[in-house]
């Protein structure tokens, strides 16, 4: 029976870096890693740049899969598909001879691809239930916004529109700067003016754009750095 072990000897019999195979599964059903992973593969002529080699043991020209490896076969392939973000369908799981000169998995196996495709489809189905908003993630060519856009999207919008007890409370801290200004009582002035700026500050991005986010954080650190003062004057 072949192993990982044997197969690896073979390959590098043919002059490869070891066994051509990422996965390897056994009569039995036990999965064998081969090549690593993240390393290229030589399973599939031209396409082992980006795919995945998963090596069924058997010839299933005149052998069928035993049920163990089928169903080893469904729960590797799921696990890869969820892996580097696929949907399981005849476009990301395929043949070897869909792609080269072949009989490569071998005819018994090779029809029953579709089978297994939807076998991963159903240990997909949970994965399904927790990220069925794949399509808002990416943009209209398919490709994946990056994890700022992401972020940025989850943000509440900045209201640009006060309340009425906002504008109420602006009046009142707008009275107190104009009194503390008129009788030179400096916390009065230095109130007023923290509570003016902080309130203010919200509307900077509507006013001066991306500009404006960081011109209302400043005002927000001043404001608060003015109500410290007026505090402090409070009590000395
Ligand atoms: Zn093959």
Not at 101 to 126: H, K, R, S, W
Request: with cysteine.
């Amino acid at each position: 029976m072949s192993s990982a072990a044997t197969v690896h000897q073979w390959h590098l019999a043919n002059g490869w870096a070891g066994i051509g195979y990422h996965y390897l599964i056994r009569k039995d059903g036990t999965i064998e890693r081969g090549r690593p992973r993240d390393t290229v593969g030589a399973h599939c002529y031209g396409e082992n740049w980006h795919s995945i080699g998963v090596n069924i043991v058997g010839n299933f020209e005149v052998a069928m899969p035993t049920d163990a490896q089928l169903d080893a076969a469904e729960r590797l392939v799921a696990r890869l598909c969820q892996m580097y973000g696929l949907r399981p369908g005849s476009r990301t799981i395929k043949g070897h001879r869909d792609f080269n000169a072949t009989a490569c998995p071998g005819q018994n196996l090779y029809d029953m691809l579709p089978d297994v495709i939807a076998g991963v489809g159903e240990i997909m189905a949970f994965h399904y239930r927790w990220f069925s908003h794949d399509e808002e993630l990416t943009d209209e060519f398919g490709v994946r916004h990056s994890r700022a856009l992401l972020d940025k999207k989850k943000e509440p919008a900045q209201p640009t529109k006060y309340a009425r007890g906002e504008i109420a409370s602006m009046i009142v801290a707008l009275a107190a700067f104009c009194y503390g200004f008129w009788t030179g009582i400096a916390p009065f002035i230095l109130f007023g003016a923290a509570f003016l700026i902080y309130e203010v500050r919200r509307i900077m991005p509507a006013v001066f754009g991306p500009v404006g986010v960081p011109i209302a954080n400043v005002m927000r650190g001043f404001s608060i750095v003015t109500l410290f003062g007026a505090v402090l004057l409070l009590f000395l």
